[in-house]
């Protein structure tokens, strides 16, 4: 059994309509094939006793059980594999429930998908699920298993712990997603965008864009936190910064025992110790606080509980009493018992997966133990309590007590009044006091510290009392009612037309005012400048556009590629237009046929929003087809106003765009307005190339019903030139002496087809291709192509092509070449594998009014050779 690939989807894909987080694995199940489970000895009953949980899983039954019963009846190695990666996830404390398995074309080998909550534990399940069905399926003891599968367990609640957002940034982005409002993970860690484009937000756990850098300074500095505040009538406790430890005994000696030591600029708990009533365990404290900072606050310890008071935005959100880590004796137990037991409270967990946190036995907690005269061994009397940490963290093992309802009104106002001096938009204030119930100056209480970035899991889930969605606070903050988050988003996909469609949208949208970012098969725009060279037609390039800050609307071509590796690259879209399915790529990552590619392709309307519109080509079967996926409004194009899906739709007041008597005209049910005539749009060569018609009558669409005035569009259309600024690559015309060279970007046979009926429009007598294949087309595909340049032109110049992707270069000029002599025609066929020979060749050699096209899979490179050659032949020439 071998892996063979595996790929995360991260956001809307052709495999599930609602799941977007999903693993995929490409499986070869081997030998397994001829061996189902039930023809397997004993596999059942192993499994049931590695893995009872398993009794959960329905499967195709639809009740608990029913995965069983599928394993006693007999099912395929994929399918239990999926059971078994789910599961895992699910005893790893991560609930996930979907998953499909399924045969590919070839024998043996499945696509198994599940779902995941965090993309490196899902990886890790999948091959964790393998190694679980090859040892039961092998008949390894039983007990190595479990034992094997308690380490995976523990080892992807780890992962979890190192990769997910901690409670607060989740929380934040949870209510976020709550409201429609999307999110891009900026890092591995907790910064994070909200919000797309120009209405983006920025937060880093709870540190927002509103939060002022200089009130984190004097928040991070406990001693000038402390000044600030006491010079403005707040009460905290006396104390001070030393940076020697030789005036550690002389500042005790003038504030007195209890103290609390801690670093200047610690947070979170860390390096801090209170209680201390002794030099020696100060100079323990002194050590442990100099870990983290330089200087180290000493200060008289106030007596009573702790308390965190949560300010957003200057006002009073949540404030809760925290716990330290303990036990309670109960006159039988051992400590170490004692704690065993309490980490068996079905609320506490590893990390952050449960409302509480195991309490783990450090050098902090065996402190504390020998300072309270005890070892683990050591029995506490009945109702006596051991605190094992010296702080009250949450992470620690603390617990939490809900007591907003409870905070008396002046302290309230002295809360609020806190954060204002510091200036913090989201502040945590430590609090020291026998009660909040009572004004702190009347019953001694005081403010230690001022936290920038509070922690807010004490109050989400306190162990006791009512749990505060203090995170609605900060959202309400960043995004008022009625602030937009989102940008429009417009998604283009098909087969052919892609580029120049996306190109014509964002250029029409620049032209109403619009800072469009945009995506195409050459690059990612930002504006007019283009921001990244290449194929940027996946989700990595889209997520670049949305995070940039300046954009108001963004284009995406969408490709197959993208879509099969990775899925969509944002949530759903405002606009998705499909132009055509046309045979390409076929026969790669198991899209066989035309019916596949456009189930892969119908992840772009799928992906519309409900308020948005899917743009459809109404002649394309397989494209009009998707009407019936999208949630959004359907409207269609056309070239053809008579076309029968075009009269139905007018019939029943649906808008429509089509090409009649020379105009790109708009209907309006069974009424037209007219856009522009087509003589007057550049990119149309006067109507010629009925292709580009068709990417006109797509833009056009989509924008009219994204709001587009007319008289905008009628500008965008007629100011959007075919030439190598605009379009590179699409049908560029460049006139060298007496020979016209078009580049262009046909590169499958019905790309190559539509480009061969504009050319028999053109006057030229004479015509000469430079062609090259492209490895991931089928045999066929690449012969159809060879055919179709056959019978178009005179002269046939191969060269070697950039994406052979695993095929030999002879083979793909034999294919090539079998595809000519299937031609009508018997053009001249001639070999220059480098592209600049090939094409300088081409130029050079054409007759006098010749067209020479070259079929550019690198187009800045063509575009550079043939500047190239008109450069030289303008200096040989003057």
């Not at 001070?240 to 002389?250: A, K, S, T, V």
Request: aromatic share 6%; charged share 25%; with cysteine.
């Amino acid at each position: 059994m071998d892996i063979l690939e595996i790929r995360t989807l991260r956001g809307p894909n052709y495999w599930s309509g609602y799941w977007k987080k999903l693993i995929i694995i490409r499986l070869d199940i081997g030998k397994y094939e001829k061996k189902p489970t039930n023809k397997i000895k004993g596999f059942y009953e192993r499994m049931v006793d590695v893995m009872p949980s398993l009794q959960s899983h329905g499967c195709s039954y639809g009740e608990p059980g029913g995965f069983l019963k599928r394993v006693e009846e007999g099912t395929w190695a994929g399918h239990a594999i999926e059971h078994f990666a789910l599961e895992l996830q699910t005893l790893a404390g991560m609930d996930t429930g979907y998953g499909r398995t399924r045969e590919t074309t070839e024998k043996g080998i499945y696509n198994v998908v599940f779902s995941y909550l965090e993309e490196e534990v899902g990886r890790f399940a999948g091959r964790a699920a393998v190694k679980l069905w090859l040892d039961l399926a092998e008949g390894r003891d039983v007990g190595e298993i479990k034992t094997g599968l308690a380490s995976d367990i523990q080892e992807m609640r780890e992962i979890r712990e190192d990769v997910r957002f901690g409670p607060s940034t989740g929380s934040l982005v949870e209510e976020a997603e709550n409201r429609d409002i999307p999110f891009i993970r900026l890092n591995d860690q907790s910064l994070v965008q909200l919000g797309y484009g120009v209405n983006q937000k920025r937060i880093q756990a709870t540190t927002t864009v509103n939060t002022n850098m200089i009130s984190v300074d004097i928040a991070g500095d406990k001693s000038a936190t402390k000044k600030l505040l006491g010079d403005m009538g707040v009460p905290v406790p006396k104390g001070y910064r030393i940076r020697e430890i030789e005036d550690l005994e002389d500042i005790i000696d003038r504030i007195g025992y209890p103290v609390v030591i801690k670093p200047l600029d610690g947070n979170h708990g860390k390096g801090a110790t209170v209680g201390i009533k002794s030099l020696e365990d100060a100079r323990v404290a002194w050590e442990k606080a100099k870990e983290y900072s330089r200087w180290v606050i000493v200060e008289k310890q106030l007596m009573g509980s702790d308390f965190r008071a949560l300010v957003v935005n200057n006002r009073l959100i949540a404030v809760a009493e925290r716990v330290p880590a303990h036990v309670k004796g109960d006159g039988k137990s051992t400590i170490q018992q004692l704690i065993d037991k309490t980490n068996e409270d079905p609320r506490r967990g590893y990390g952050h997966e449960n409302v509480l946190t195991q309490i783990s036995i450090d050098n902090q907690t065996m402190r504390c133990i020998t300072k309270a005269g005890y070892t683990l061994e050591s029995k506490l009397k009945k109702g006596e309590v051991l605190h094992l940490k010296t702080t009250a963290n949450i992470s620690t093992g603390g617990t939490a007590i809900d007591c907003t309802d409870e905070v008396h009104p002046e302290n309230v106002f002295l809360f609020e009044r806190i954060a204002k001096i510091i200036g913090l938009d989201v502040a945590g204030i430590d609090v020291i006091a026998p009660n909040v119930t009572e004004p702190l100056h009347a019953n001694g209480g005081g403010i230690i510290e001022v936290n920038a970035a509070p922690g807010f899991r004490m109050h989400l889930a306190p162990s006791e009392g009512i749990g505060r969605n203090v995170a609605e606070h900060v959202i309400d903050m960043l995004f008022p009612p009625g602030t937009p988050a989102r940008i429009p988003i417009f998604s283009v996909t098909g087969t052919n037309g892609k580029t120049t469609t996306t190109r014509l949208i964002a250029h029409i949208l620049k032209n109403s005012g619009r800072t469009v970012g945009f995506t195409t098969t050459d690059g990612t725009y930002i504006g007019n400048q283009q921001i990244v060279q290449g194929d940027n037609t996946g989700p990595v390039s889209a997520q670049l556009v949305l995070k940039d800050p300046t954009v108001d609307v963004a284009v995406l071509e969408t490709a197959r590629g993208g879509i099969i590796r990775s899925g969509l690259g944002f949530d759903y879209c405002d606009i998705g237009v499909v132009l055509n399915i046309a045979a390409d790529h076929l026969g790669l990552k198991d899209v066989n046929t035309l019916e596949d590619l456009a189930r892969v392709k119908s992840v772009v309307p799928r992906a519309v929003s409900k308020k948005g519109f899917a743009v459809l080509n109404a002649e394309d079967k397989l494209v009009y087809e998707m009407k019936e996926l999208s949630d959004g409004q359907v409207v269609c194009f056309s070239m053809n106003e008579n076309h029968p899906n075009i009269k139905r739709r007018a019939e029943r007041g649906r808008i429509s765009c089509v090409y009649e008597n020379g105009f790109i005209t708009i209907l309006k049910g069974k009424w037209k307005v007219r856009v522009e005539r087509v003589t007057n749009i550049p990119i149309t060569y006067g109507g010629r190339a009925e292709f580009m018609i068709q990417n006109v009558l797509a833009a056009t669409l989509a924008c009219f019903v994204h709001g587009v005035s007319l008289e905008d569009l009628r500008v965008g259309l007629t100011t959007f030139n075919a030439g190598t600024a605009q379009t590179p690559g699409r049908l560029n015309f460049i006139e060298i002496g007496d020979v016209t060279v078009l580049m262009d970007y046909a590169h499958n046979p019905a790309g190559l087809r539509g480009l061969a009926d504009f050319i028999s429009k053109l006057p030229n007598k004479y015509r000469t291709v430079v062609i090259n294949g492209t490895g991931d087309r089928r045999d066929e595909d690449i012969i159809e192509f060879g055919q179709i340049a056959g019978e178009t032109f005179d002269r046939i110049v191969i060269r070697r092509g950039h994406y052979l992707r695993g095929r030999d270069e002879q083979e793909t000029y034999g294919l090539l070449k079998k595809g000519i002599a299937k031609a009508k025609k018997d053009p001249a066929v001639r070999v220059i594998p480098e592209s600049r020979d090939a094409i300088h060749h081409a130029i050079k050699y054409g007759r006098k009014g010749e067209l020479v096209v070259t079929l550019a899979d690198r187009v800045p490179e063509d575009i550079g050779h043939v500047q190239e050659y008109r450069d030289q032949n303008a200096q040989a020439r003057g």
